[in-house]
């Protein structure tokens, strides 16, 4: 069954995602950019992280329609933390 997909972060004035939801058949992948907008100063103690939640996509149903339809949590996720270096 396909699944659709949506990714958020912690805070959307730093970063950016393309795309940001999708649809996805079994065993289908897709490149998702990651883009840190920069210009805002980051403090050691601030934590942020991407979020990738994915559900059933019913057949013939956009990302966005899936989501809207959807109710509870979703079927799976997976957070993957920020790391900022010098």
């Given at each position: 069954?396909?699944?659709a997909?949506?990714?958020?972060?912690?805070?959307n004035?730093?970063?950016?995602?393309?795309?940001a939801?999708?649809?996805?058949?079994?065993?289908?992948?897709?490149?998702?950019?990651?883009?840190?907008?920069?210009?805002?100063?980051?403090?050691?103690?601030?934590?942020h992280?991407f979020g990738?939640?994915h559900?059933?996509?019913?057949?013939?149903?956009?990302?966005?329609?899936?989501?809207?339809?959807?109710?509870?949590?979703?079927?799976?996720?997976?957070?993957?933390?920020?790391?900022?270096?010098?």
């Amino acid at each position: 069954m396909k699944q659709a997909y949506k990714v958020k972060c912690t805070r959307n004035d730093l970063f950016k995602i393309k795309p940001a939801t999708g649809i996805l058949d079994y065993n289908q992948t897709q490149t998702i950019v990651l883009i840190y907008r920069g210009g805002k100063e980051i403090r050691p103690e601030d934590k942020h992280y991407f979020g990738v939640y994915h559900i059933p996509a019913p057949e013939g149903c956009t990302s966005d329609g899936a989501w809207a339809e959807h109710y509870g949590p979703p079927q799976g996720e997976h957070k993957l933390r920020v790391v900022f270096s010098d």
